[in-house]
């Protein structure tokens, strides 16, 4: 177990909090560092990002992004739980574009660098819907 149990962090996840410690240290690549989305709150790029979601996220995450998609119980770490990471103090823009961009090579885990195939719009979307809680 870990200190963070309280927030949906535990042993089989932890390996997630180095991306989280690494932000809050102001760890974050400085092509990232103080992004903001310049895309609008709007439906039309919260309905983009959520479709993009179900075709590139949905698998590993599942459709509430709690981590539990067909694929998580494969993958060592799980997939992190976005439902509970969007609450967080670290679910800014410039973590949130950095995450999907970058993936989780750095930190040893499965997920992709979406930058490779998607464009920064796109990923802007994806972000827009996850802060909007999986809804539109």
Same mark, same amino acid.
């Given at each position: 177990t870990t200190a963070c149990q309280h927030i949906g962090i535990n042993e089989a996840n932890s390996l997630f909090i180095g991306r989280y410690t690494d932000?809050? &240290?102001? #760890?974050?690549?400085?092509?990232?560092? *103080?992004?903001? #989305?310049? &895309?609008a709150h709007s439906k039309e790029n919260i309905s983009a990002g959520k479709t993009l979601y179900q075709t590139q996220c949905i698998i590993c995450h599942g459709t509430l992004g709690e981590g539990n998609g @067909?694929? @998580? $119980? @494969? %993958?060592?770490?799980?997939? +992190? #739980? %976005? +439902? &509970?990471?969007?609450? &967080?103090?670290?679910? $800014? *823009? *410039? !973590?949130? !574009?950095?995450t999907l961009s970058e993936g989780g090579q750095l930190y040893e885990t499965a997920m992709p660098k979406f930058s490779e195939h998607l464009s920064d719009k796109e990923i802007w979307q994806i972000s827009l819907y996850i802060n909007s809680g999986f809804t539109l």
């Open positions: 932000y809050i &240290l102001g #760890n974050i690549p400085e092509q990232y560092a *103080d992004l903001t #989305n310049p &895309l @067909s694929m @998580s $119980q @494969s %993958l060592t770490p799980p997939p +992190a #739980n %976005l +439902a &509970l990471t969007r609450k &967080l103090p670290v679910a $800014q *823009d *410039d !973590f949130l !574009f950095w």
